[in-house]
């Protein structure tokens, strides 16, 4: 950093990503920043982030807190910390990337997030989703119930939790990742899905499934039969060896 603060007034983006540095970093001096990667080090803190900064990249790190974000930032990848908590974000941030951390809630998600990665924290619920939200993956985490799912939601990653039912699904989702939890039955699927993956569950039946649907893996869960699959299908996966899934697929092909 010290070489660059000769240069700071116009430095527009930063890439120092995997340089092995340990402590924290102050940007007060970089007021024309836009992109910031420091990615991949042991970083403790980010002080003083300019008002122009739109895109932060700050995974891998040992960062614990990310306070006073700017208020211009459009994308924050802060994977791979040791965050808790995310209750200041910017009303401009439309991408947000915070899994692997120690985050328990997360309230007051800004209304333009279209993509949200928070796999693998330890949150209870997720209840205030945002209007436009496309992308919605919470896979990991402690979660019951997901009913109150934005309209918008194209693509949902929900595996590994504590979800007992999705009843209350979008009709715009395409794909749906629901694998690890204790669902028992899936009965009012979006007529657009093309991707199901509901591994490891409880379901007894899987009557009505969307004629869209392309590929499905239901894999260890307590089914007898599968009638009515849809003509559409490409992909089955049923069984509970693994050992026995690719004649399966086969045989399925073949009719």
Do not use: W
């Not at 028992?184 to 499934?209: G, R």
């Amino acid at each position: 950093m010290d070489v660059l603060e000769e240069f700071a007034d116009n430095v527009i983006e930063i890439d120092i990503s995997y340089r092995n540095i340990k402590e924290t970093l102050d940007f007060s001096k970089f007021t024309k920043l836009t992109k910031l990667d420091c990615s991949g080090n042991q970083i403790t803190g980010l002080n003083n982030l300019p008002k122009s900064l739109i895109e932060l990249n700050c995974d891998n790190n040992k960062i614990t807190k990310l306070d006073n974000l700017p208020s211009l930032l459009i994308t924050l990848d802060c994977h791979d910390n040791k965050i808790t908590s995310l209750d200041n974000l910017p009303n401009s941030l439309i991408e947000l990337y915070c899994d692997n951390n120690q985050i328990t809630k997360l309230n007051n998600l800004p209304n333009l997030l279209i993509v949200l990665n928070c796999n693998n924290n330890e949150i209870t619920s997720l209840d205030s989703l945002p209007n436009l939200l496309n992308v919605l993956c919470c896979s990991g985490n402690l979660i019951i119930n997901l009913d109150f799912l934005p309209s918008s939601l194209n693509k949902l990653n929900c595996y590994d939790n504590q979800i007992t039912s999705l009843d209350c699904l979008p009709s715009s989702l395409n794909k749906l990742y629901c694998d690890n939890n204790q669902i028992t039955s899936l009965d009012c699927l979006p007529n657009s899905l093309i991707v199901l993956s509901c591994h490891d569950n409880q379901i007894t039946s899987l009557d009505c499934l969307p004629s869209s649907l392309i590929e499905l893996n239901c894999a260890f869960n307590h089914i007898t039969s599968l009638n009515n699959l849809p003509n559409s299908l490409i992909l089955l996966y049923c069984d509970t060896t693994v050992k026995n899934y690719d004649n399966l697929i086969k045989k399925y092909n073949k009719n």
